[in-house]
């Protein structure tokens, strides 16, 4: 039907326009119809899926907010320690310098030690040959109270002899032995 059917002041056949009009209408209504539902069941499938895509994103946020603050506090763990280890770094550092001076004296006093241990050892030496000296001397002595006794009690030129032989050699042997000790 047309726009000039709809003019015509017929009753019947208004009767029937209006009976075509609401055929379609129902028909219009009942195809909308289906397709509305159609597409608000679509609509609530895919908001129901947006919904949970939302919830998970938003889980998956809160969780990366709560890594974040935890890497947040380990980075400020790792940076405080990070400085106690500069500290104690420099601590080291100067314990070490200390140290190194120490050992450059220890060093100084040793190379120390041994000249004097040198000296000591020349020292020592000269104190034996020093005792050796003296032993003979001691010797030496004796040996010449014991003759000077024997000849106040016997005099013998014989004697005197021999005993002022030894005496020279007593006294050689002694000056060898002087002279090798210096």
Request: neutral net charge; aromatic residues 6%; proline residues 1%.
């Amino acid at each position: 039907m047309n726009h000039v059917d709809l003019k015509s002041e017929d009753p019947m056949h208004l009767k029937k326009t209006i009976i075509y009009l609401r055929a379609e209408l129902n028909k219009y209504r009942t195809t909308n119809s289906k397709q509305d539902t159609e597409l608000v069941h679509m609509l609530q499938t895919e908001n129901k899926q947006l919904h949970h895509n939302f919830l998970q994103l938003l889980y998956a946020y809160k969780k990366s907010e709560k890594r974040l603050r935890i890497y947040e506090k380990r980075i400020a763990n790792l940076q405080k320690q990070n400085k106690n280890l500069v500290l104690v770094n420099d601590q080291f550092h100067s314990t070490i310098l200390a140290f190194q001076s120490d050992i450059q004296k220890l060093i100084e006093v040793v190379s120390a030690n041994a000249y004097i241990q040198q000296e000591l050892q020349k020292l020592a030496a000269e104190l034996d040959a020093q005792v050796a000296v003296n032993r003979t001397q001691q010797q030496l002595i004796a040996i010449l109270e014991s003759y000077v006794e024997r000849l106040v009690k016997e005099p013998d030129v014989l004697q005197t002899e021999t005993i002022l032989e030894q005496i020279i050699a007593l006294t050689e042997g002694y000056a060898k032995k002087h002279n090798e000790s210096e």
